[in-house]
């Protein structure tokens, strides 16, 4: 059973930095999508970035909006994410969420239970 746990958000002002973490377990993560995604108050979730797998290797997307501020990365012997968030905005405000996409005859999403990132101009 895949669980997700996320850790490190909190209150910062705005231009300041923080470092989220995705924990996880219940199957190998080498070979996934490991990203992160976020719901603002009375917004929909929305896209942040995501570290793909392909037999290439990794590659990483991010958001337009977090283009430039934010940085994704994978530690697999550690089965883990984090983002990098820097020069944060209040529009930044939301909760977190780590995802994971496994590829298959199904897809399969999991959710981790969400982080709070609060930003005080």
């Known amino acids: 059973q895949v669980q997700l746990v996320e850790s490190g958000g909190g209150l910062v002002q705005a231009g300041g930095s923080l470092r989220l973490s995705c924990a996880a377990s219940?199957?190998?993560?080498?070979?996934?999508?490991m990203g992160w995604y976020r719901q603002a108050p009375g917004k929909e979730r929305e896209f942040v970035a995501m570290?793909?797998?392909?037999?290439?290797?990794?590659?990483?997307d991010y958001a337009d909006s977090v283009k430039d501020r934010f940085t994704i990365s994978r530690d697999n012997a550690r089965n883990a994410v984090y983002l990098e968030m820097n020069r944060l905005q209040p529009e930044d405000t939301a909760i977190y969420y780590c995802?994971?996409?496994?590829?298959?005859?199904?897809?399969?999403?999991?959710w981790g239970q969400g982080t709070q990132v609060t930003v005080s101009s």
């Open positions: 995802n994971v996409q496994v590829a298959g005859t199904v897809a399969v999403d999991y």
């Open positions: 219940g199957r190998t993560f080498t070979n996934v999508d």
């Open positions: 570290t793909r797998w392909s037999w290439r290797g990794y590659n990483s």
